[in-house]
T-cell receptor, first 112, second 112 residues
């Protein structure tokens, strides 16, 4: 089945540690996205990528980094510079401009 | 900055009623306006989308109304059911830009 797979579903991190969230898609989509979801704040865009080896900052990129070495993969690293990393992270992809975006099931990150 | 403003934040409607969720945008370059539905612990899924060349679009019990001059669009759910209880997000993007911007979400509860 085609889709987007995020892993892990739950992740715990100690303060000061970097952590990488995985996002893989087999939909052959060019564009991929990372969003952060907090209660009452909707989905805020962290980074997005339109093609391999290219990505742009979203609205809240500080403290995060990404890479796009393969079309299928768009991992997100939450660095120790992110002051409040506890949140629900969603990865999405879409084929071309102004078409449906498909979302993964999300990763819930908790800093302990 | 918030380019898509969504209201209300939460909404309670009796079964069979017609909940209405509103969104307003600022960027006149936006030309794709989707609505997403999200259940707890899951990623959002596309419900219905509209482009600015039409003023209304219906898919089953869901209708989008679009007012280009006012820069507003809304979601109506006909004959609402308890299974429609979810969080709804509006979004917008423009053809020349892959960035997909979401509203803050509306938590809808349909009571029997």
């Amino acid at each position: 089945d085609g889709g987007i797979t995020q892993s892990p579903k739950y992740l715990f991190r100690k303060e000061g540690q970097n952590v990488t969230l995985s996002c893989e898609q087999n939909l052959n989509h060019d564009a991929m996205y990372w969003y952060r979801q907090d209660p009452g704040q909707g989905l805020r865009l962290i980074y997005y990528s339109q093609i391999v080896n290219d990505f742009q900052k979203g609205d809240i990129a500080e403290g995060y980094s990404v890479s796009r070495e393969k079309k299928e993969s768009f991992p997100l690293t939450v660095t120790s510079a992110q002051k409040n990393p506890t949140a629900f992270y969603l990865c999405a992809s879409r084929r071309t401009k102004n078409t449906e975006a498909f979302f993964g099931q999300g990763t819930r990150l908790t800093v302990v | 900055q918030q380019q898509v403003k969504q209201s209300p934040q939460s909404l309670i409607v009796q079964k069979g009623g017609i909940p209405i969720i509103n969104c307003a945008y600022e960027n006149t370059a936006f030309d794709y306006f989707p609505w997403y539905q999200q259940f707890p612990g899951k990623g959002p899924a596309l419900l219905i989308a509209i482009r600015p060349d039409v003023s209304e679009k219906k898919e089953g019990r869901f209708t989008i109304s679009f007012n280009k001059s006012a820069k507003q669009f809304s979601l109506h759910i006909m004959d609402s059911q308890p299974g429609d209880s979810a969080t709804y997000f509006c979004a917008a993007s423009s053809f020349g830009n892959e960035k997909l911007t979401f509203g803050t979400g509306t938590r809808l509860t349909i009571i029997p």
